[in-house]
Protein backbone atom coordinates (compact mmCIF):
# COMPACT_ATOMS: atom_id res chain seq x y z
CA UNK A 1 0.00 0.00 0.00
CA UNK A 2 1.60 2.96 -1.23
CA UNK A 3 1.58 5.78 1.76
CA UNK A 4 3.59 8.98 2.41
CA UNK A 5 6.08 7.97 5.38
CA UNK A 6 4.69 10.83 7.59
CA UNK A 7 1.98 8.86 9.66
CA UNK A 8 4.53 5.74 9.79
CA UNK A 9 7.42 7.64 11.09
CA UNK A 10 5.04 9.02 13.77
CA UNK A 11 3.96 6.15 14.84
CA UNK A 12 7.80 4.76 14.86
CA UNK A 13 9.05 7.86 17.22
CA UNK A 14 5.80 7.20 19.36
CA UNK A 15 6.45 3.30 19.48
CA UNK A 16 10.53 3.94 20.00
CA UNK A 17 11.50 2.00 16.99
CA UNK A 18 13.01 3.06 13.57
CA UNK A 19 11.14 2.57 10.15
CA UNK A 20 14.28 1.12 7.53
CA UNK A 21 14.92 2.99 4.02
CA UNK A 22 16.20 0.54 1.87
CA UNK A 23 17.40 1.79 -1.06
CA UNK A 24 16.55 -0.08 -4.35
CA UNK A 25 18.55 -0.21 -7.95
CA UNK A 26 16.35 -2.45 -9.99
CA UNK A 27 13.67 -4.87 -10.11
CA UNK A 28 14.90 -7.52 -8.10
CA UNK A 29 15.79 -6.07 -5.51
CA UNK A 30 12.56 -3.73 -5.05
CA UNK A 31 10.66 -7.02 -5.23
CA UNK A 32 13.15 -8.68 -2.33
CA UNK A 33 12.38 -5.45 -0.36
CA UNK A 34 8.64 -5.28 -0.73
CA UNK A 35 8.29 -9.43 -0.37
CA UNK A 36 10.30 -9.17 2.70
CA UNK A 37 8.75 -6.47 4.43
CA UNK A 38 4.87 -7.88 3.92
CA UNK A 39 6.31 -11.30 5.13
CA UNK A 40 7.48 -9.68 8.62
CA UNK A 41 4.41 -7.11 8.35
CA UNK A 42 6.64 -4.34 8.84
CA UNK A 43 6.41 -1.10 7.43
CA UNK A 44 9.38 0.31 4.56
CA UNK A 45 10.45 3.76 2.99
CA UNK A 46 11.97 2.26 -0.68
CA UNK A 47 14.71 4.71 -1.07
CA UNK A 48 15.91 6.08 -4.84
CA UNK A 49 18.73 7.94 -5.28
CA UNK A 50 18.99 10.48 -8.47
CA UNK A 51 21.84 8.18 -9.70
CA UNK A 52 19.69 4.85 -9.55
CA UNK A 53 16.91 6.51 -10.69
CA UNK A 54 18.39 7.20 -13.96
CA UNK A 55 19.84 3.92 -13.64
CA UNK A 56 15.92 3.01 -13.63
CA UNK A 57 15.02 4.59 -16.72
CA UNK A 58 13.62 8.02 -14.78
CA UNK A 59 11.36 8.40 -11.85
CA UNK A 60 8.18 8.16 -13.96
CA UNK A 61 9.90 4.84 -14.93
CA UNK A 62 10.20 3.60 -10.89
CA UNK A 63 7.47 5.27 -9.99
CA UNK A 64 4.96 2.86 -12.69
CA UNK A 65 7.36 -0.33 -11.45
CA UNK A 66 6.70 0.37 -7.59
CA UNK A 67 2.74 0.91 -7.81
CA UNK A 68 2.24 -1.82 -10.36
CA UNK A 69 4.21 -4.51 -8.03
CA UNK A 70 2.76 -2.96 -4.85
CA UNK A 71 -0.60 -3.97 -6.28
CA UNK A 72 0.55 -7.41 -8.11
CA UNK A 73 2.08 -8.51 -5.60
CA UNK A 74 -0.81 -7.88 -3.00
CA UNK A 75 0.91 -5.54 -0.36
CA UNK A 76 -0.59 -4.28 2.16
CA UNK A 77 2.19 -3.04 4.65
CA UNK A 78 2.59 0.91 4.64
CA UNK A 79 5.07 1.38 1.74
CA UNK A 80 6.82 4.94 1.07
CA UNK A 81 8.76 5.53 -2.57
CA UNK A 82 10.76 8.17 -1.05
CA UNK A 83 13.62 10.80 -3.26
CA UNK A 84 17.16 9.99 -1.80
CA UNK A 85 19.27 13.16 -1.50
CA UNK A 86 17.45 15.50 -4.25
CA UNK A 87 18.58 17.90 -5.70
CA UNK A 88 15.97 20.99 -5.66
CA UNK A 89 15.07 19.84 -9.68
CA UNK A 90 14.95 16.38 -8.31
CA UNK A 91 12.65 16.90 -6.17
CA UNK A 92 10.63 18.83 -9.18
CA UNK A 93 11.22 15.43 -10.76
CA UNK A 94 9.73 12.87 -8.23
CA UNK A 95 7.01 15.24 -7.56
CA UNK A 96 5.56 15.28 -11.00
CA UNK A 97 6.26 11.45 -11.41
CA UNK A 98 3.68 10.57 -7.95
CA UNK A 99 6.43 9.47 -5.42
CA UNK A 100 5.41 10.06 -1.85
CA UNK A 101 7.61 11.40 -0.22
CA UNK A 102 11.15 13.80 -0.93
CA UNK A 103 14.25 14.37 0.45
CA UNK A 104 15.85 17.55 -0.78
CA UNK A 105 19.34 17.55 0.49
CA UNK A 106 20.66 21.39 0.80
CA UNK A 107 23.02 20.82 3.49
CA UNK A 108 25.47 21.82 1.17
CA UNK A 109 24.18 25.65 0.40
CA UNK A 110 24.62 28.04 3.14
CA UNK A 111 21.36 27.73 5.88
CA UNK A 112 19.04 30.72 4.32
CA UNK A 113 19.23 29.38 0.43
CA UNK A 114 18.49 25.68 2.59
CA UNK A 115 15.74 27.30 4.42
CA UNK A 116 14.63 28.84 1.20
CA UNK A 117 14.60 26.17 -0.94
CA UNK A 118 13.62 23.47 1.93
CA UNK A 119 10.40 25.96 2.08
CA UNK A 120 9.31 25.84 -1.37
CA UNK A 121 9.49 22.43 -1.74
CA UNK A 122 7.12 21.76 1.90
CA UNK A 123 4.43 23.78 0.32
CA UNK A 124 5.06 21.84 -2.89
CA UNK A 125 5.13 18.21 -1.50
CA UNK A 126 2.36 19.07 1.27
CA UNK A 127 0.16 20.50 -1.69
CA UNK A 128 0.11 17.01 -2.98
CA UNK A 129 0.11 14.76 0.66
CA UNK A 130 3.53 13.93 0.32
CA UNK A 131 6.33 13.90 2.90
CA UNK A 132 9.24 15.61 3.32
CA UNK A 133 12.78 15.21 4.47
CA UNK A 134 15.67 18.12 4.86
CA UNK A 135 19.25 17.56 5.87
CA UNK A 136 21.43 19.77 8.04
CA UNK A 137 25.06 19.11 8.48
CA UNK A 138 26.20 16.43 5.82
CA UNK A 139 26.42 12.99 5.95
CA UNK A 140 30.29 11.65 5.43
CA UNK A 141 31.60 9.72 2.41
CA UNK A 142 30.17 9.33 -1.12
CA UNK A 143 26.46 8.06 -2.61
CA UNK A 144 25.95 8.07 -6.00
CA UNK A 145 28.17 11.17 -6.45
CA UNK A 146 26.89 13.10 -4.00
CA UNK A 147 29.71 13.70 -1.82
CA UNK A 148 29.75 14.80 2.22
CA UNK A 149 32.46 16.41 4.71
CA UNK A 150 30.48 14.44 7.51
CA UNK A 151 30.12 18.28 9.25
CA UNK A 152 28.34 17.74 12.83
CA UNK A 153 24.59 19.25 12.69
CA UNK A 154 23.93 22.70 14.49
CA UNK A 155 21.10 22.16 16.97
CA UNK A 156 20.05 25.93 16.51
CA UNK A 157 20.06 25.32 12.44
CA UNK A 158 18.00 21.95 12.76
CA UNK A 159 15.63 23.63 14.72
CA UNK A 160 15.21 26.51 12.07
CA UNK A 161 14.72 23.75 9.42
CA UNK A 162 12.64 21.71 11.43
CA UNK A 163 10.15 24.31 12.16
CA UNK A 164 9.23 25.11 8.33
CA UNK A 165 6.99 21.94 8.28
CA UNK A 166 9.11 19.51 6.94
CA UNK A 167 8.18 15.73 8.10
CA UNK A 168 11.11 14.46 9.81
CA UNK A 169 15.06 15.96 9.53
CA UNK A 170 18.41 14.34 8.67
CA UNK A 171 21.27 15.63 10.79
CA UNK A 172 24.88 15.05 10.48
CA UNK A 173 26.29 13.22 13.67
CA UNK A 174 29.41 11.62 12.44
CA UNK A 175 27.71 8.73 10.11
CA UNK A 176 28.88 8.24 6.81
CA UNK A 177 27.67 6.64 3.69
CA UNK A 178 29.43 3.26 2.96
CA UNK A 179 31.35 1.29 4.93
CA UNK A 180 32.34 2.60 8.13
CA UNK A 181 36.75 3.18 7.98
CA UNK A 182 38.62 1.12 11.01
CA UNK A 183 39.21 4.51 12.74
CA UNK A 184 35.72 5.84 12.73
CA UNK A 185 34.74 7.74 16.00
CA UNK A 186 31.30 6.15 16.46
CA UNK A 187 28.21 8.33 16.39
CA UNK A 188 28.13 11.70 18.29
CA UNK A 189 25.76 10.84 20.92
CA UNK A 190 25.18 14.71 22.53
CA UNK A 191 25.25 16.18 19.21
CA UNK A 192 22.06 14.12 18.63
CA UNK A 193 20.89 14.98 22.31
CA UNK A 194 21.13 18.32 21.95
CA UNK A 195 19.21 17.88 18.21
CA UNK A 196 16.69 16.02 19.52
CA UNK A 197 16.13 18.69 22.71
CA UNK A 198 16.08 21.38 20.41
CA UNK A 199 13.56 20.12 17.72
CA UNK A 200 10.72 18.88 19.86
CA UNK A 201 10.44 16.01 18.80
CA UNK A 202 10.68 16.37 15.07
CA UNK A 203 11.41 11.89 13.65
CA UNK A 204 15.08 12.29 13.18
CA UNK A 205 16.44 10.21 10.53
CA UNK A 206 20.38 7.97 10.49
CA UNK A 207 21.71 7.84 7.09
CA UNK A 208 24.84 5.46 7.00
CA UNK A 209 23.16 2.71 8.24
CA UNK A 210 25.55 -0.18 6.60
CA UNK A 211 27.76 -1.11 9.49
CA UNK A 212 26.35 0.66 13.12
CA UNK A 213 26.89 -1.65 15.32
CA UNK A 214 23.67 -2.67 17.26
CA UNK A 215 23.84 -1.05 20.45
CA UNK A 216 24.34 2.66 18.57
CA UNK A 217 21.46 1.85 16.37
CA UNK A 218 19.45 1.02 19.68
CA UNK A 219 20.62 4.30 21.73
CA UNK A 220 20.10 6.57 18.54
CA UNK A 221 16.43 5.31 18.48
CA UNK A 222 16.06 6.21 21.69
CA UNK A 223 17.45 9.44 21.25
CA UNK A 224 14.75 10.13 18.91
CA UNK A 225 16.20 8.40 15.35
CA UNK A 226 13.01 7.02 13.85
CA UNK A 227 14.24 6.47 10.30
CA UNK A 228 17.59 4.55 9.31
CA UNK A 229 18.87 4.48 5.72
CA UNK A 230 20.76 1.41 4.78
CA UNK A 231 21.57 1.13 0.95
CA UNK A 232 25.51 -0.51 0.67
CA UNK A 233 25.12 -3.46 3.33
CA UNK A 234 22.44 -5.00 0.59
CA UNK A 235 24.52 -3.93 -2.47
CA UNK A 236 27.34 -6.11 -0.45
CA UNK A 237 25.26 -9.22 0.37
CA UNK A 238 24.14 -9.10 -3.05
CA UNK A 239 27.21 -9.21 -4.79
CA UNK A 240 28.59 -11.75 -2.43
CA UNK A 241 25.34 -14.25 -2.85
CA UNK A 242 25.91 -13.28 -6.66
CA UNK A 243 29.80 -14.17 -6.65
CA UNK A 244 28.88 -17.35 -4.73
CA UNK A 245 27.14 -18.81 -7.33
CA UNK A 246 29.32 -18.24 -10.20
CA UNK A 247 32.50 -19.38 -8.27
CA UNK A 248 30.60 -22.28 -7.45
CA UNK A 249 30.04 -22.61 -11.35
CA UNK A 250 26.71 -23.00 -11.10
CA UNK A 251 25.68 -20.77 -13.76
CA UNK A 252 27.49 -23.34 -15.99
CA UNK A 253 25.15 -25.91 -15.24
CA UNK A 254 21.96 -27.12 -16.84
CA UNK A 255 20.49 -23.30 -17.50
CA UNK A 256 22.04 -21.87 -14.74
CA UNK A 257 22.44 -18.79 -16.79
CA UNK A 258 19.12 -18.34 -16.52
CA UNK A 259 19.02 -14.90 -15.04
CA UNK A 260 16.32 -15.89 -12.81
CA UNK A 261 18.65 -18.27 -11.30
CA UNK A 262 21.05 -16.65 -11.59
CA UNK A 263 20.24 -13.69 -9.56
CA UNK A 264 18.52 -15.16 -7.24
CA UNK A 265 21.31 -15.68 -4.59
CA UNK A 266 21.58 -11.90 -4.70
CA UNK A 267 18.04 -11.59 -4.44
CA UNK A 268 17.79 -14.12 -1.27
CA UNK A 269 20.94 -12.32 0.48
CA UNK A 270 19.10 -8.82 -0.02
CA UNK A 271 15.66 -10.33 2.02
CA UNK A 272 18.28 -11.92 4.71
CA UNK A 273 19.80 -8.38 4.97
CA UNK A 274 16.19 -6.63 5.50
CA UNK A 275 15.04 -9.08 7.81
CA UNK A 276 18.27 -8.38 10.33
CA UNK A 277 18.17 -4.50 9.44
CA UNK A 278 14.13 -4.94 10.51
CA UNK A 279 14.92 -6.78 13.67
CA UNK A 280 17.57 -4.84 14.95
CA UNK A 281 15.15 -1.71 13.96
CA UNK A 282 12.44 -2.98 15.65
CA UNK A 283 9.70 -2.52 13.31
CA UNK A 284 8.84 -6.41 12.68
CA UNK A 285 5.01 -6.35 12.92
CA UNK A 286 4.42 -2.92 13.22
CA UNK A 287 2.83 -2.20 9.54
P1 LIG B 1 24.74 3.26 3.52
O1 LIG B 1 25.03 3.07 2.06
O2 LIG B 1 25.95 3.55 4.30
O3 LIG B 1 23.93 2.16 4.06
O4 LIG B 1 23.86 4.60 3.62
C1 LIG B 1 22.60 4.66 3.02
C2 LIG B 1 22.02 6.01 3.09
O5 LIG B 1 22.24 6.75 4.02
C3 LIG B 1 21.13 6.44 2.00
O6 LIG B 1 20.85 7.79 2.05
Not at 6 to 31: C, F, H, P, S
Amino acid sequence: MLVNARDMLLKARDGRYAVAQININNLEWTKAVLQTAEELKNPVILGVSEGAGKYMAGFGTVTAMVREMDKFLGITVPVALHLDHGTYEGCLACVEAGFTSIMFDGSHFPIDENMQKTTELVKLAHDRGMSIEAEVGAIGGEEDGVIGGGEVADPQECKAIADLGIDFLAAGIGNIHGVYPENWKGLDFDALDRIHQATGGIPLVLHGGTGIPEDMIKKAISLGVSKINVNTECQLSFAAGVRKYIEEGKDLSGKGFDPRKLLEPGVNAIKDTCKEKFGIFGSIGNA
